[in-house]
């Protein structure tokens, strides 16, 4: 990280505008890429032809090649859970899967084709409830990475549903989230699909019981569980304890990290909603990004090259942040899946090797869709002393009729990118100001400018796309991993809190429990237990 402050240093980078970047009338052409049915506009960037060339000719020498080699045949890249990082092997054809997987393809290929059967029975009413309807709902109940990449599949792709299902998802543990679902279901036309790598994860295991208990109090019938039940997990044992039959459980793998695992069975509830056919559009998009990200030299690849661009703002010129800001209703929740995937892959301080590192890695991931953004964070992004780098996303099509709508969205997606690094100087308002204004207004509507943005653009949200969009960022996150050298594939950054969990639910309940809190943490138990402050 010390060569990209020092490029910056010598450069004097942190002295330019972007904006005269411009003057090389080839940049818009060569600060950009095609790929997987994405396009990428870097050009408002800060960086130069010669600092691109010079990061390029770093992350060479890193071996970041080799790594790629390294992560996509098997090895176990994941040091501190001994596990492989395999995710993007399951979007692969068959043929891939058995060279790097051997016997084991014959196991994924297998629960490929039981989830793609499941998904036709219900859809077309042979799988029923246990009353013999045809469901009319699914719950699915997971949190984390059992839950980020289905909420936000299930919005993108909101066109594409067309199973007639209705599919919704329950993560929190709040009781209020689990009374709004249950309040819409009938229970003898609901499915239920369970999604929990580990099956013990608290949230996920108290919505179950809640949920189970509430289709047991409805429809009163020998065997209804076992029914209209599904789970996707790495622990089936667990799973049959719980009451669901063999033939509803569909494995998870252990080279498969729970927020990269949207490929594998944990798709099941959007393949509900979306059908087989799109659900295999939106893995072959995945895998198309796969394929640019395996072949395409680092000059022209989109995921390392997004990388390389994170890490020149990050630890170069010190942004802390990352804006994501996609400008479609239907990408809404894209900024929330980031967080997950980004911050929970690469908010580490540790080397792979343990050692600590002498440099911050994630950003803080932030966002909302536009243009509702525009009338909350971004008068900050344009004003204030912070520099927030920003990604925009938008689609060339609507996934509506309201043309007139989309041209406005869009409009104001290009506008902003544009507003983000031209800012308006002193001068310049001061010449706008109309007759009578008084001149100490004129630095009130000074806009900074200079903030380095990416547009991605998409000719449609469609299950190819969104699946190569998705598949992008993955790509991103785990390059940036290895530059920063984390491991992207653990977190062990969560179990502190949950352990205390425990020891505080333990006092509320005033179990036996010698763990010593602060006076703070006593206080607010106390206040709690007697519902007094
Ligand atoms: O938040 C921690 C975490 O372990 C995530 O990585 C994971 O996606 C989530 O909890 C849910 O875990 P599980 O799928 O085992 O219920």
């Known amino acids: 990280m010390r060569f990209i402050k020092s490029l910056i240093r010598q450069q004097k980078s942190d002295q330019r505008k972007i904006s005269d970047l411009f003057d090389d009338s080839e940049r818009a052409k060569d600060f950009s890429i095609k790929a997987a049915g994405i396009f990428l506009d870097y050009s408002k960037q800060n960086i130069s032809r010669y600092e691109l060339s010079q990061l390029l000719a770093w ?6 090649d080799q790594w790629i080699k390294s992560l996509t045949s098997g090895d176990k890249v994941n040091v501190t859970e001994n596990r492989k990082a395999l995710h993007s092997l399951l979007r692969a054809p068959l043929k891939t899967k058995q060279e790097v997987l051997g016997k084991e393809a014959d196991e994924v290929d297998k629960t490929e084709k039981r989830m793609f ?28 990475g059992s839950y980020y990449g289905i909420k936000v599949a299930l919005s993108a792709l ?11 998802v329950l993560a929190s543990v709040d009781g209020a989230a689990v009374e709004d679902k249950l309040k819409k279901l009938n229970a003898s036309t609901t499915l239920v699909v369970v999604i929990s790598k580990t099956f013990t994860t608290q949230e996920t295991m108290i919505n179950a019981q809640v949920v189970k208990r509430w289709m047991i109090s409805r429809l009163p019938l020998e065997g209804v569980i076992k029914q209209q039940w599904f789970a996707v ?18 494995p998870m793998w252990d080279w498969v990290g729970g927020r990269f695992s949207l490929w594998s069975a944990v798709g099941l509830p959007l393949g509900l909603a979306i059908g087989n056919k799109h659900f295999s559009e939106f893995k072959n998009g995945a895998y198309q990004m796969d394929q640019h990200f395996q072949q395409a030299d680092f000059e022209h690849n989109m995921p390392i090259i997004m990388a390389l661009i994170g890490l020149w703002n990050r630890n170069g010129f010190d942004f802390q942040n990352l804006a994501i800001l996609p400008y479609s209703h239907n990408l809404r929740s894209f ?7 980004d911050m929970e892959s690469n908010g580490k301080s540790v080397s792979t090797d343990g050692i600590d590192l002498l440099w911050p890695t994630a950003p803080v991931i932030f966002g909302q869709e536009g243009t509702n953004s525009q009338h909350a964070f971004m008068q900050l992004m344009h004003q204030s002393k912070l520099i927030i780098p920003a990604d925009f996303i938008v689609a060339l099509q609507g996934s509506n009729h309201l043309e007139k709508n989309h041209k406005i969205l869009v409009a104001n997606c290009f506008a902003q990118s544009e507003a983000l690094m031209q800012g308006k100087s002193y001068e310049q308002v ?4 109309t007759p009578g204004s008084t001149l100490t207004l004129a630095v009130h509507k000074v806009m900074k400018g200079n903030t380095p943005t990416n547009t991605l653009l998409m000719k449609s949200i469609s299950p190819e796309s969104f699946g190569a969009l998705i598949a992008l960022y993955e790509h991103k996150t785990c390059v940036q991993g290895f530059l920063w ?13 949950k352990e205390l969990g425990t020891h505080v639910l333990n006092k509320i309940k005033g179990s036996a429990d010698n763990f010593k809190f602060s006076a703070s943490t006593s206080n607010l138990i106390q206040m709690f237990v007697s519902g007094e402050f």
């Open 335 to 341: 900024p929330g899946y980031l967080q997950q995937l």
């Open 59 to 64: 992350v060479k020498n890193k071996g970041l």
């Open 485 to 497: 050298q984390v491991n992207s594939f653990d977190q062990w950054g969560v179990e502190l809190g």
């Open 117 to 144: 059967e499941i998904i036709e029975g219900i859809t077309e009413g042979r799988i029923k409830s246990a009353t013999g309807e045809k469901y009319t709902d699914v719950l699915t109940i997971g949190i984390g």
């Open 158 to 168: 909101t066109p594409y549903h067309c199973t007639g299902l209705n599919v919704h």
């Open 430 to 433: 001061k010449s706008e100001l």
């Open 233 to 250: 997990s790495t622990a089936v044992e667990k799973v049959k304890s719980f009451g669901l039959q063999d033939s509803h459980i569909l």
